[in-house]
C-alpha cells in the first residue's frame, strides 16, 4: 500500500492494510503467470506447451486460492465500516473494485480455474497449429471444450437460462456493461456504417494503396517502429518489442511492460499501425500508479474497453493522420531507405485511410473493422447459447462475411481462426474493441477541444501534450471511476458512438472526395 492513505490506529485500517497485503500476493502470482503467458506466446518452443499449461495452471488456482480465502470478506468488511478511511476516495476505489473481483472470483470453484487455465493454455497451442495448417477440424475439439467451459463459468455466475450466459461474463471485460446496452450503441453505429461504408465503395476518388505494396526489409522495420513507439512515450527501460503471431501487451509488474508486433515485408505501414497499437495499451500500463500500489484493485485499469480505447487512439486517431505522416515520413525515408523514395506524406496519408474491406480483421480499415467486431460479438453469443454449434462456425462466418464485408473467404485461416481469443477462452471480449474505439473517438474530441495546437504538434513530432492530456485524465486514475464514470468526467458526456461518426467524417469526406 502507498504511505498516507490510512491512519493506521483504527482496526480498519488495520484490516485494510492486511487486506491489501493478501491482495499484492495474489498480484504476485498473476504477475508470474503474465510473464510465462508472454514467454508461451514469443520464445517458448514448440514442444514445451504441455509443461506450459500445467505451470500456468498451477499458479492460477494458487492465485485464485490466495485471492478468494474467507478472511478476505472479513478484511472487506472491517475496512468498510470504518467512516474514517474510507472518506479517503483512493481507499474507497480499492474497496469497491476490490469486493467486485472477491465477489465474482468466491464463484468459481478452484478446479474450474484450473481447468479453464490448462485447457486454454493447450488450446491456444492446438490453435496455433491449426491456423498455420488452416485447419478447423484440428481446432473444432478445443473450441467445443472452452465453450463448455465458459458456460460453466456463466453457469457460476448465476446464468440459468442460454440467453443470460453472454451477460454474465461481460462484467469480467466491461464492468457494468450488458448485452441490452451493447446492441443499442452497436445498432445505432452499423445503421449509420453501412450506408457510409458503401457511399466510400461507390466513389471513385479512392486514394492509391502502392506505398503499402512497397517491400521494406524487416530489420528496418523494426528500427522504425522502435523509434516511433519510443517517440510517443514508450518507455524502452521498463519495456521491450517482440514478434508474435498474434500482436499484444502485457503487463508484468511496475517497471515491465511488454509489447510484441509482426511484420511482413509488404505493408510496413500495418506493422506500424500494429506497433502504435500496443503501445497505445503499454502507455495506459506505464501510466498507471503501479509503483506505489502495485496489487492494489485501484492501481489497475479501468475496463478492457478503457484500455482499448488507449491503443486505438494512438493507432487511428494519431497514427492516421495527415500531421502524423508529415513528421513520420522523412524519419522513414531515413530509418527505411532506398524502399521508400518518393513516398510523400499525403501519399501515405491516403493509402493508410484507404477503405477497403478486408478478410482480417487486425489489417481492416477503420470503417469496416466494427463489422468484423459485431460478426463475432454474434456469433459467439449464439455459440455460448448453444444456437450455433463450434462444428458449424466456418460456414457461419463465411457466410456473415459475404453477408457483411461482400467477401468469400478463401480458407479458415483467414476466416475464423484468424483470432487468438476464443482459444484463450475470452468470450465476451470482443465488443471491447468497438466500444473502447467509441471512446476513444469521444476523448480525441475532447482533447482537440482542450490542446487547440494538438495535431499541429505531430507533425513536429510533439506527442508529449496529447500523452500528458491522457495521463492525468486516464491513466493516473487507474479504476478510481467506473468506465462510465470516467468517460462521463473527460468528456463531459455519457458514451454516444456520435464522435465517431463525426470523426470518420471529417477525415474520409475530404479524402474520397464525397
Ligand atoms: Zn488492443
Given at each position: 500500500?502507498?504511505?498516507?492513505?490510512?491512519?493506521?490506529?483504527?482496526?480498519?485500517?488495520?484490516?485494510?492494510?492486511?487486506?491489501?497485503?493478501?491482495?499484492?500476493?495474489?498480484?504476485?502470482?498473476?504477475?508470474?503467470?503474465?510473464?510465462?503467458?508472454?514467454?508461451?506466446?514469443?520464445?517458448?518452443?514448440?514442444?514445451?506447451?504441455?509443461?506450459?499449461?500445467?505451470?500456468?495452471?498451477?499458479?492460477?488456482?494458487?492465485?485464485?486460492?490466495?485471492?478468494?480465502?474467507?478472511?478476505?470478506?472479513?478484511?472487506?468488511?472491517?475496512?468498510?465500516?470504518?467512516?474514517?478511511?474510507?472518506?479517503?476516495?483512493?481507499?474507497?476505489?480499492?474497496?469497491?473494485?476490490?469486493?467486485?473481483?472477491?465477489?465474482?472470483?468466491?464463484?468459481?470453484?478452484?478446479?474450474?480455474?484450473?481447468?479453464?487455465?490448462?485447457?486454454?493454455?493447450?488450446?491456444?497451442?492446438?490453435?496455433?497449429?491449426?491456423?498455420?495448417?488452416?485447419?478447423?477440424?484440428?481446432?473444432?475439439?478445443?473450441?467445443?471444450?472452452?465453450?463448455?467451459?465458459?458456460?460453466?463459468?456463466?453457469?457460476?455466475?448465476?446464468?440459468?437460462?442460454?440467453?443470460?450466459?453472454?451477460?454474465?461474463?461481460?462484467?469480467?471485460?466491461?464492468?457494468?456493461?450488458?448485452?441490452?446496452?451493447?446492441?443499442?450503441?452497436?445498432?445505432?453505429?452499423?445503421?449509420?456504417?453501412?450506408?457510409?461504408?458503401?457511399?466510400?465503395?461507390?466513389?471513385?476518388?479512392?486514394?492509391?494503396?502502392?506505398p503499402?505494396?512497397?517491400?521494406?526489409?524487416?530489420?528496418?522495420?523494426?528500427?522504425?517502429?522502435?523509434?516511433?513507439?519510443?517517440?510517443?512515450?514508450?518507455?524502452?527501460?521498463?519495456?521491450?518489442?517482440?514478434?508474435?503471431?498474434?500482436?499484444?501487451?502485457?503487463?508484468?509488474?511496475?517497471?515491465?511492460?511488454?509489447?510484441?508486433?509482426?511484420?511482413?515485408?509488404?505493408?510496413?505501414?500495418?506493422?506500424?499501425?500494429?506497433?502504435?497499437?500496443?503501445?497505445?495499451?503499454?502507455?495506459?500500463?506505464?501510466?498507471?500508479?503501479?509503483?506505489?500500489?502495485?496489487?492494489?484493485?485501484?492501481?489497475?485499469?479501468?475496463?478492457?474497453?478503457?484500455?482499448?480505447?488507449?491503443?486505438?487512439?494512438?493507432?487511428?486517431?494519431?497514427?492516421?493522420?495527415q500531421q502524423f505522416w508529415r513528421w513520420a515520413m522523412p524519419?522513414a525515408r531515413?530509418?527505411?531507405?532506398?524502399?521508400?523514395?518518393?513516398v510523400t506524406p499525403e501519399a501515405m496519408f491516403g493509402?493508410?485511410?484507404?477503405?477497403?474491406?478486408?478478410?482480417?480483421?487486425?489489417?481492416?480499415?477503420?470503417?469496416?473493422?466494427?463489422?468484423?467486431?459485431?460478426?463475432?460479438?454474434?456469433?459467439?453469443?449464439?455459440?455460448?447459447?448453444?444456437?450455433?454449434?463450434?462444428?458449424?462456425?466456418?460456414?457461419?462466418?463465411?457466410?456473415?462475411?459475404?453477408?457483411?464485408?461482400?467477401?468469400?473467404?478463401?480458407?479458415?485461416?483467414?476466416?475464423?481462426?484468424?483470432?487468438?481469443?476464443?482459444?484463450?477462452?475470452?468470450?465476451?471480449?470482443?465488443?471491447?474493441?468497438?466500444?473502447?474505439?467509441?471512446?476513444?473517438?469521444?476523448?480525441?474530441?475532447?482533447?482537440?477541444?482542450?490542446?487547440?495546437?494538438?495535431?499541429?504538434?505531430?507533425a513536429?513530432?510533439?506527442?508529449?501534450?496529447?500523452?500528458?492530456?491522457?495521463?492525468?485524465?486516464?491513466?493516473?486514475?487507474?479504476?478510481?471511476?467506473?468506465?462510465?464514470?470516467?468517460?462521463?468526467?473527460?468528456?463531459?458526456?455519457?458514451?454516444?458512438?456520435?464522435?465517431?461518426?463525426?470523426?470518420?467524417?471529417?477525415?474520409?469526406?475530404?479524402?474520397?472526395?464525397?
Open positions: 500500500m502507498s504511505q498516507g492513505d490510512t491512519d493506521s490506529s483504527t482496526p480498519g485500517a488495520a484490516a485494510y492494510r492486511e487486506l491489501l497485503g493478501e491482495l499484492r500476493q495474489a498480484a504476485l502470482l498473476r504477475s508470474s503467470v503474465a510473464l510465462l503467458g508472454w514467454d508461451q506466446e514469443t520464445y517458448m518452443p514448440r514442444r514445451g506447451g504441455a509443461l506450459r499449461a500445467e505451470q500456468l495452471a498451477q499458479l492460477e488456482s494458487l492465485a485464485h486460492r490466495q485471492a478468494t480465502q474467507p478472511k478476505l470478506a472479513e478484511l472487506f468488511e472491517a475496512a468498510e465500516s470504518d467512516a474514517e478511511l474510507t472518506a479517503d476516495p483512493m481507499v474507497a476505489a480499492n474497496l469497491r473494485e476490490g469486493r467486485r473481483r472477491y465477489e465474482r472470483a468466491v464463484r468459481l470453484p478452484e478446479e474450474l480455474v484450473r481447468e479453464f487455465t490448462e485447457t486454454t493454455s493447450l488450446a491456444s497451442e492446438a490453435w496455433r497449429d491449426a491456423r498455420a495448417q488452416s485447419d478447423f477440424s484440428a481446432f473444432q475439439p478445443w473450441l467445443t471444450k472452452v465453450v463448455e467451459l465458459t458456460r460453466r463459468k456463466a453457469e457460476c455466475h448465476g446464468a440459468s437460462a442460454p440467453g443470460e450466459m453472454y451477460d454474465a461474463l461481460l462484467d469480467d471485460y466491461e464492468p457494468g456493461a450488458d448485452t441490452a446496452s451493447i446492441d443499442r450503441v452497436f445498432g445505432e453505429l452499423r445503421d449509420w456504417l453501412v450506408p457510409f461504408a458503401a457511399e466510400i465503395a461507390a466513389s471513385p476518388g479512392a486514394p492509391s494503396d502502392a503499402q505494396r512497397l517491400r521494406v526489409p524487416i530489420e528496418r522495420q523494426k528500427e522504425l517502429n522502435a523509434l516511433v513507439a519510443e517517440r510517443i512515450g514508450y518507455d524502452f527501460a521498463s519495456g521491450r518489442v517482440d514478434i508474435s503471431a498474434h500482436p499484444f501487451c502485457t503487463f508484468i509488474g511496475p517497471g515491465d511492460t511488454r509489447i510484441t508486433t509482426r511484420y511482413t515485408e509488404e505493408r510496413f505501414a500495418d506493422a506500424l499501425s500494429s506497433t502504435m497499437h500496443e503501445t497505445g495499451h503499454a502507455l495506459y500500463d506505464q501510466g498507471l500508479p503501479k509503483d506505489t500500489r502495485f496489487g492494489e484493485p485501484v492501481a489497475d485499469v479501468a475496463s478492457h474497453a478503457m484500455h482499448e480505447s488507449q491503443s486505438r487512439l494512438w493507432e487511428n486517431q494519431v497514427g492516421r493522420s524519419e531515413r530509418v527505411l531507405g532506398d524502399a521508400v523514395e518518393g493509402a493508410v485511410n484507404r477503405v477497403e474491406p478486408s478478410l482480417i480483421r487486425v489489417d481492416s480499415d477503420e470503417v469496416t473493422y466494427h463489422l468484423h467486431i459485431m460478426l463475432r460479438y454474434d456469433l459467439e453469443r449464439a455459440m455460448l447459447a448453444g444456437d450455433l454449434a463450434p462444428a458449424d462456425l466456418p460456414g457461419a462466418w463465411n457466410e456473415r462475411m459475404k453477408r457483411d464485408l461482400g467477401l468469400e473467404v478463401p480458407d479458415d485461416a483467414r476466416g475464423c481462426l484468424q483470432d487468438v481469443h476464443w482459444s484463450h477462452g475470452y468470450i465476451g471480449y470482443f465488443p471491447t474493441y468497438t466500444l473502447g474505439t467509441l471512446y476513444s473517438a469521444q476523448f480525441w474530441a475532447a482533447a482537440r477541444r482542450d490542446l487547440p495546437d494538438l495535431e499541429e504538434g505531430f513536429r513530432g510533439e506527442f508529449a501534450p496529447l500523452l500528458e492530456w491522457l495521463r492525468e485524465r486516464i491513466h493516473r486514475q487507474g479504476s478510481r471511476f467506473t468506465p462510465p464514470e470516467l468517460v462521463e468526467r473527460v468528456t463531459g458526456a455519457p458514451l454516444t458512438p456520435r464522435p465517431l461518426m463525426e470523426y470518420f467524417e471529417e477525415r474520409l469526406r475530404p479524402l474520397y472526395g464525397i
